[in-house]
Structures are given as C-alpha cells and as structure tokens.
C-alpha cells in the first residue's frame, strides 16, 4: 500500500527522532530516513532540515552528493552487490555481471517491471566474508554468480507464493460473504413467515370475537318480541276499559 504525504512526514519524522547517534547530523538524519522509508521523499528532506536546523537547500545539497541516496520509491525487491575493494579481489565482478544479466540492467537501477532495484554498495560491512550481495537488506556472505541467481530466483517465486496466498484468501473472504448473505437472507424469511403467522392469528382471534358477539346477541333480540306481545297483550284493556288485573 501507497504511504500518504502524511503518513511518509510521521514515518520519517519518527525515522530521525528514533536514532541511536549522540550526535544528530543532517547526513545520520537523511540515512534513519532512507533506512526507513527505503528512499527520500521531499517530507523527509523537510523533516531533516526542522530537525537539524539547516536549511531545506543545505539538507538537498548533502542528499544529491551522495549516490546512495535516492529520491524515488525503490522497486519490490533490492537486490545489492559490494564492488568494494576487498570483494573486487574476491571476484565481485563475474558475479556482478551475472545479476546484471539476470536482470537484465546495464548496471545499477530499476528493472522495467518494478520487481528489482539493484544497487552497487561500496562495502557491505563483511569483508571477510566476499564478495558480499545483498537481497532484501539479508546480506549474504561468499556469493557467487550461480547463488546470487538462485537468489534472485527465490525472491521471485516468493512473490508467486504471495500473489497465490492472495487470491486464495481473496477466495476465502468471497465465500463467507456470500455464507454472510445466505444466513441474512434465511433470518429475513423466517421473520417474514413468523409476522404472517401473527397477523394469521390475530385475524381469526378477531373473526372468533366477532361470531361470539353475534351469538350473545341474539337471544335479545328474540325476546323483544315475546315482551313486546306479552307487553302488548297485558296492555289489552277489558271491556269495561280498565285492566282485568285490577
Ligand atoms: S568491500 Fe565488500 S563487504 Fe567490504
């Protein structure tokens, strides 16, 4: 993943407060900030130049004299031979030309593709141990064409490795979202059917009430008439007109 302008100041400002040297100078600062970020952008020239109070052209001025340094993100993969004097003798060059060939670059530089940065170290710190390579910052000590190859080999087939680990969990997540979906999918159902099943039974509870009321109903209604006929017949005066009662 791309670092933003942003998170490149924090890392290189924590690259230069982070150094172990009792004596912080732009060169030491410029070096924790490449060690870190592999290449320095214009945030960590900036932060050199706060840091160590020189100014941002001083700070420019010692980055470009220095081939070591550069100003571009560095391919996937570095790949370093030492043509230091003692791996010289040792026989850097055969197995310089052999990574060169491998990589096919004329000398230091990027392959076309990104995959490598090869670079030419002026002492890789083992000189006993020439001629010295390093793959990845991994130093590896009395190297010769054919192991500094094979290296490079390895790199490459470990970023297969990677790209199949990639898709294999990219797989991975595609088949527990749609296991995700599926279980949702089933919940939303279920809900569905048990609400239908409520307002089913709220209906027929309803309709029940209803038949219950109409059947209280009508023994009322068959009374009226009785009473309003015995009612009425109480009501028939005699014929003298008053009440055969009284
Ligand atoms: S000269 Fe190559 S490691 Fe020192």
């Known amino acids: 993943m791309t670092a933003t302008p942003t998170g490149l100041r924090e890392e290189a400002r924590q690259a ?18 490449q060690d870190k970020l592999g290449y320095l952008p214009p945030e960590a020239i900036d932060e050199t130049a706060q840091r160590t109070s ?38 850097a060059q055969p197995l310089l030309r052999g990574v060169m060939e491998r990589l096919g670059l004329d000398g230091e530089g990027d ?3 990104g995959t490598f940065t090869l670079r030419l170290n002026t002492c890789l710190g083992v000189c006993p141990h ?9 130093i590896v000590g009395r190297a010769t064409r054919e192991t500094a190859v094979r290296h490079i080999d390895l790199l490459l087939a470990s970023d297969v490795e990677e790209g199949r680990s990639a898709v294999l969990e990219a797989e991975t997540e595609r088949v ?9 999918a089933a919940a939303l159902v279920a809900a569905e059917a048990a609400a239908e099943a409520e307002a089913a039974a709220e209906a027929d509870a309803d309709a029940d009430a209803d ?22 017949a109480g009501a028939e005066p005699d014929a003298d007109g008053t009440d055969s009662d009284e």
């Open 16 to 33: 230069i407060a982070d150094q172990s040297a009792r004596v912080v100078t732009v060169l030491s600062s410029l070096l924790a900030a």
């Open 54 to 91: 020189a100014s941002t052209n001083e700070v420019w001025g010692v980055a470009s004299f220095y081939p070591n340094f550069r100003f571009t993100p560095p391919a996937r993969h570095t790949v370093e031979v030492c043509w230091g004097p003692a791996c010289h003798i040792l026989g």
């Open 111 to 113: 392959t076309p593709d």
């Open 130 to 138: 020439g001629p010295a390579t390093s793959f990845d910052h991994e």
């Open 176 to 184: 527990k979202a749609e296991r995700d979906a599926r279980v949702a």
């Open 211 to 232: 038949a219950g009321a109409e059947a209280g109903a009508e023994p009322d209604d068959a009374e009226s008439p009785d009473a309003d006929a015995d009612g009425e």
